[in-house]
C-alpha cells in the first residue's frame, strides 16, 4: 500500500491530490503552495537518495488527472460508483473553458479508476518492447524532410494557418511558458562558461559517462516551470511521486500523460527518455498535464546542444517558431547553458 504525506501538516490540501496519490500507487509527498525552495530541493534530495526509486514533481492538475486515466484506464474513467464525486479545483492559470470542459454538469469531475486495471497496464508496458529511440528520430526527419518537398505554396499555406490558428484560451500562460527561457540566455550562458564551478574539460564530448542520478540544486529548482504558478512566483500544489521503477524511462508506465496532438505516445515518451538517458543521463523530474521537464547532470557542451536542438524541435514542436517563441537557434543556445529541458505541448 502507497503512503502519502504533506509536507505542511496544517493545511488538508485538496481532494484531488489525495485521489491522484491513490492513483500514482507509491510513496508521495504533497507539497503545499508556499513550501520554501530550499526545503524543496533537501525534499528531492531526500527522496532521490533512494535507490529504489525516481522522484518526480507532479503537478496537481484535473486536466493531467483526466489524462492520465484516458490512457490507462479508458472503460472505467469517469464511471458512477458509490465513491464521492470529487470537485474541480480551481488553478490561477486555467482558462474558464478548460474548466468548463473538465466539469460535468453537476460541476464535479468524477475520476473513478479501477487500481487493479491500473496495476496491469503498467505492468504491460514495463514488460513491453519499446522502440528505437534514435530511430524515432530518424523517421519524424524523414517525415519532416518529405513535408520541405511539397510545393512552396502549399507549405506556405501550411505555416501561415499554423500562425493564425485560433486563439487556445491560454496565451498569457503561453507568454508565461517562453519570456523565461529567452531572459536566461545570457545568465545561463555565463554559467556554462564556468561560472557555475563547472569546467569545459569535466564534460565529455560523447555524452557516455552518464551520471545515474542528477543532482538537483536551487538553481536547477527556479529554472524549472511545469509546477509553479505564473504570476506569483510560488510553487502550486504538488505531488513528489516516489516512482519504483529501476529505470529513470519506466517513470511513464506510471504517468502516461502523452498521446494527445503532437505530444508522443507512452511507448515512444519511454523510448525517447531512455535514449536521452543513455546518452546524455537526462531524468524527468517533472509533469503537468501538457508539460514536462528532463534534469541532467550537467550542462551539455555546444556541439551536443546543437544535435540535441533538433531532437527538441522534433519531440516537440510547439517549443520552436512557427507555434513557440524561440528559433532553434536560440533553444540551442539556451540548452548549452542549462541542466533542465523543458517541454509543452498545445
Not at 11 to 40: F, N
Not at 101 to 125: H, L, M, Q, T
Not at 295 to 314: D, F, G, M, T
Request: hydrophobic residues 30%; negative net charge.
Amino acid at each position: 500500500m502507497f503512503k502519502f504525506r504533506r509536507e505542511k501538516k496544517t493545511s488538508s490540501g485538496s481532494d484531488l491530490a489525495d485521489r491522484m496519490s491513490e492513483y500514482l500507487d507509491c510513496d508521495c509527498i504533497v507539497i503545499m503552495p508556499g513550501e520554501d525552495d530550499g526545503r524543496l530541493v533537501k525534499i528531492y534530495q531526500e527522496a532521490a537518495a533512494k535507490r529504489d526509486v525516481f522522484p518526480v514533481f507532479v503537478r496537481v492538475d484535473a486536466a493531467l488527472m483526466e489524462s492520465l486515466l484516458l490512457n490507462s484506464d479508458p472503460a472505467d474513467a469517469g464511471e458512477e460508483e458509490e465513491e464521492t464525486e470529487i470537485p474541480d479545483p480551481i488553478f490561477s492559470d486555467s482558462s474558464d473553458e478548460d474548466e468548463e470542459d473538465a466539469k460535468g454538469s453537476s460541476g464535479d469531475v468524477p475520476w473513478k479508476f479501477n487500481p487493479v486495471k491500473i496495476r496491469a497496464y503498467r505492468e504491460d508496458k514495463l514488460t513491453a518492447d519499446l522502440p528505437d529511440g534514435k530511430g524515432y528520430f530518424d523517421e519524424l526527419r524523414r517525415e519532416e524532410k518529405f513535408t520541405e518537398q511539397e510545393e512552396p505554396d502549399k507549405q506556405e499555406e501550411k505555416e501561415t494557418e499554423s500562425r493564425e490558428r485560433p486563439c487556445t484560451g491560454r496565451p498569457e500562460r503561453s507568454e508565461g511558458r517562453f519570456h523565461f527561457l529567452q531572459n536566461r540566455l545570457s545568465e545561463d550562458n555565463g554559467a556554462a562558461n564556468g561560472e557555475n564551478g563547472e569546467s569545459e574539460k569535466n564534460r565529455k564530448a560523447g555524452g557516455d559517462d552518464v551520471i545515474c542520478r542528477p543532482e538537483l540544486t536551487l538553481s536547477d529548482l527556479k529554472n524549472l516551470r511545469s509546477f509553479w504558478e505564473f504570476g506569483t512566483g510560488l510553487i502550486s500544489e504538488t505531488i513528489l511521486a516516489l516512482i519504483p521503477v529501476s529505470d529513470p524511462w519506466r517513470i511513464f508506465a506510471w504517468l502516461p500523460f502523452g498521446g494527445w496532438n503532437r505530444c508522443p505516445d507512452t511507448e515512444h515518451m519511454m523510448a525517447v527518455s531512455k535514449y536521452w538517458y543513455e546518452k546524455y543521463g537526462a531524468v524527468p523530474i517533472a509533469v503537468s498535464h501538457d508539460e514536462l521537464e528532463f534534469l541532467l547532470p550537467r550542462s551539455l557542451s555546444r556541439k551536443q546542444a546543437n544535435e540535441v536542438s533538433k531532437e527538441h524541435a522534433l519531440f516537440c514542436p510547439d517549443i520552436v517558431k512557427p507555434e513557440g517563441k524561440l528559433t532553434e537557434e536560440q533553444l540551442s543556445e539556451f540548452l548549452n547553458g542549462s541542466k533542465c529541458w523543458y517541454f509543452w505541448w498545445d
